[in-house]
């Protein structure tokens, strides 16, 4: 023990034996460390691109609490019937066996950032020398009066794909003609701009498809306006004609509170009854962000534009729905394109690699019908202090039929090649 620093004697005694061995930890000396928090979009294309362009030359170790993990991108076409829930989740075995990352199943609740380590809910400690966090997020639940996560047992919110997704789904299979759907979408900003409005779309493709063109889904926005809203209203008419609702601030005059057990959404304008509440509450960085230091007011995280960088901490990159991006909305599609520019500059520091500008991508796909699907999208690069759009585009109205199956084809192949690039 003669040898090691101050540093490394408070790493090693820091540490639990369940998580660090002597054997293990002297392994680990003779290459630099990166730690993952959340496996996710972000967490797992990081972990990945950082073992795989090293050629193995950095040990990288991935926290996830979580055996499988289930994207919450495309669950709505799962909710919808275009897709089967197996087919949505995904398996860490091929990041272990192919990269040689270490899965650490598990949660971790806090960082020291001093001794950059990281601390487990079992009591071990995983020490880094980079960090990647990647928690996505954390629901606010008190942000619509009247929920709680005891709430969402009986009014499910979905925005963590899982158990909750299949509640929903449940749910609106049990839906009968003549019955009410009410959903509530958070405020801004938010995981997944359009996904509300798709999922609208999707019930409503369920709803048409059993024959209950008598039920209605009632949109009650707190936002006055959404993402591509031209487009999808001009859907919403052409294939659900009466059978969607959207009301912002200035018709339903706020939300005053719900009432899961009455079914029930109280407004100042009315209170409305529906046989399936879909509330979607407010969000913030995960947990562990917070726990970590590394949060602002906001509730999410500043980074630097051209690294993904924790502006806390140098030692720090936060990634994906967690961080606060600038001009980059909060997707699966943006969080592995900051994946990419954080395992880069992350092997610049600690393999010397050259490291290349920053360049973001981002494309959100929505499904409004069979065979019509709507997109949005941009590039991005560092600019003003923030991660800017250089150039966009998004769906128009009156497209053609082609143009909008096209786009549906397109975005199978994305989910094939995203999921393929996130696990291996």
């Known amino acids: 023990m003669a040898g090691l620093t101050r540093r490394q004697f408070g790493l090693f005694t820091g540490a639990s034996a369940a998580a660090l061995t002597l054997p293990t930890y002297l392994r680990a000396q003779g290459k630099p460390r990166v730690v993952v928090i959340g496996g996710g979009a972000g967490g797992a294309t990081a972990a990945r691109y950082i073992a795989k362009d090293s050629d193995g030359a950095i040990d990288v170790t991935l926290i996830e609490n979580s055996d499988v993990y289930t994207t919450c991108f495309y669950s709505n076409l799962y909710v919808g019937g275009f897709r089967s ?9 091929g990041l272990q066996s192919s990269y040689g990352i270490t899965k650490v199943t598990g949660m971790a609740t806090g960082v020291d950032r001093e001794q950059k380590t990281v ?12 960090l990647v966090v990647a928690p996505g997020i954390d629901l606010i639940w008190d942000s619509v009066p009247g929920y709680s996560e005891a709430v969402s047992e009986i009014a499910p919110h979905a925005w963590k794909a899982g158990t909750q997704t299949k509640i929903l789904k449940a749910k609106l299979d049990a839906i009968e003609n003549g019955q009410q759907i009410l959903i509530v979408p958070p405020t801004n900003p938010y995981r997944c701009p359009p996904g509300p409005y798709e999922r609208a779309s999707m019930m409503a493709h369920v709803l048409k498809s059993k024959g209950l063109t008598d039920s209605k889904i009632i949109i009650i926005d707190p936002k006055p306006k959404f993402s591509k809203q031209g487009v999808f209203q001009e859907g919403w008419e052409k294939h659900y004609p009466g059978m969607i609702e959207w009301y912002g601030p200035d018709v339903h005059g706020g939300i005053d509170v719900i009432n899961a057990n009455s079914g029930t959404v109280e407004t100042d304008l009315d209170t409305f009854e529906g046989a399936l509440l879909n509330i979607i509450p407010a969000q913030k960085a995960g947990a562990i962000a917070a726990a970590a230091g590394l949060t602002d007011d ?7 534009a051209g690294s993904m960088r924790s ?7 936060v990634i994906g729905d967690a961080c606060i991006a600038g001009d980059m909305p909060k997707s699966g599609f943006s969080a592995n394109s900051q994946a990419k520019v954080a395992a880069m500059t992350i092997r610049g520091d600690l393999v010397g690699s050259k490291v290349f500008p920053a360049k973001y991508s981002n494309t959100c796909w929505s499904l409004i019908e069979t065979d019509d699907s709507i997109k949005v999208g941009a590039q991005y690069a560092p600019g003003d202090g923030k991660i800017a ?5 998004v769906s128009q109205m009156d497209e053609a039929d082609a143009l909008r199956k096209a786009n549906y084809e397109e975005s199978v192949g994305w989910y094939a090649g995203i999921t393929a690039d996130m696990f291996g």
């Not at 601390?119 to 980079?130: H, I, K, Q, T």
């Open 311 to 317: 502006t806390v901490d140098d030692a720090v990159f």
């Open 298 to 304: 906001s509730g999410f995280c500043p980074i630097e």
């Open 119 to 130: 601390m487990m809910a079992d009591g071990a400690s995983v020490p880094y020398d980079r």
């Open 389 to 393: 759009s250089t150039q966009g585009f």
């Open 85 to 93: 829930f197996e087919s949505i989740t995904h398996s860490y075995d």
